[in-house]
């Protein structure tokens, strides 16, 4: 299973750092993939990172703000987020896929609030 965790309310230009960490599978053979939904709106994929954690992903909407990492000896996946805009509230989920970041996702968490107004 994956659980995020860190979520929560934060003005704009704030940080938050989210976290998913992994259990009862082999976490550092998946790529995982951070995702967002907003409400009203579909499902969209926000950043991924390899297996070795050498190549990553970004959307255009977050390049630059938000940086994906991982520590394979924890089984976890982190998720900071800088500069945060009311564009960003939506509920933040992370998923692990096999055979890379567009490969096809085999476990997603249960996702974690990000809530970003003055």
């Known amino acids: 299973q994956l659980v995020e965790s860190g979520g929560g309310s934060v003005q704009p230009g704030g940080s938050l750092r989210l976290s998913c960490v992994a259990s009862?599978?082999?976490?550092?053979?998946?790529?995982i993939g951070w995702f967002r939904q907003a409400p009203g709106k579909e499902r969209q994929s926000v950043s991924c990172i390899n297996t070795s954690g050498t190549r990553t992903d970004y959307a255009d909407s977050v390049k630059g703000r938000f940086t994906i990492s991982r520590d394979n000896a924890k089984s976890a996946v982190y998720l900071q987020m800088d500069s945060l805009e009311p564009e960003d509230t939506a509920t933040y989920y992370c998923a692990a896929l096999n055979r890379g970041c567009s490969g096809v996702v085999r476990f997603w968490g249960q996702g974690t609030l990000v809530t970003v107004s003055a």
């Open positions: 009862g599978f082999a976490a550092d053979y998946h790529a």
